[in-house]
């Protein structure tokens, strides 16, 4: 069976940084994609960024790109989400999402940065 795991979250100030993991079980990791999206109160969830297979292409929503830097270690079965300069909109529940013949959801963790 899939599992994700996020952790790494936590309450931040302005202009710091976070940096969350997502640990995969259950699958061959090397062979799928990962995404990290986003949920703030009271929104609908975004999308943040995208990892392809290794090599693969990568890609961010406008309003983290600079900022946010998605990874992965496909020895360790995990995908990170570097977060630097971070801001108060950026504050929200964070989740990594695998694809296979289905969608896999993480748990969500939780990001706050105060101003």
């Known amino acids: 069976q899939v599992q994700l795991v996020e952790s790494g979250g936590g309450l931040v100030q302005s202009g710091g940084s976070l940096r969350l993991s997502c640990a995969a079980s259950?699958?061959?990791?090397?062979?799928?994609?990962l995404n990290w999206y986003r949920q703030a109160p009271g929104k609908e969830r975004e999308l943040v960024a995208v990892?392809?297979?290794?090599?693969?292409?990568?890609n961010y929503a406008d309003s983290v790109k600079g900022r946010f830097t998605i990874s992965r270690d496909n020895a360790k079965n995990t995908v990170y989400l570097q977060m630097s300069s971070l801001k108060p909109d950026d504050t929200a529940v964070y989740y990594c999402?695998?694809?296979?013949?289905?969608?896999?959801w993480g748990q969500g963790i939780q990001v706050t940065v105060s101003s």
């Open positions: 999402k695998m694809v296979l013949y289905r969608e896999y």
């Open positions: 259950g699958v061959t990791f090397s062979k799928y994609g």
């Open positions: 990892i392809v297979r290794v090599g693969g292409a990568i």
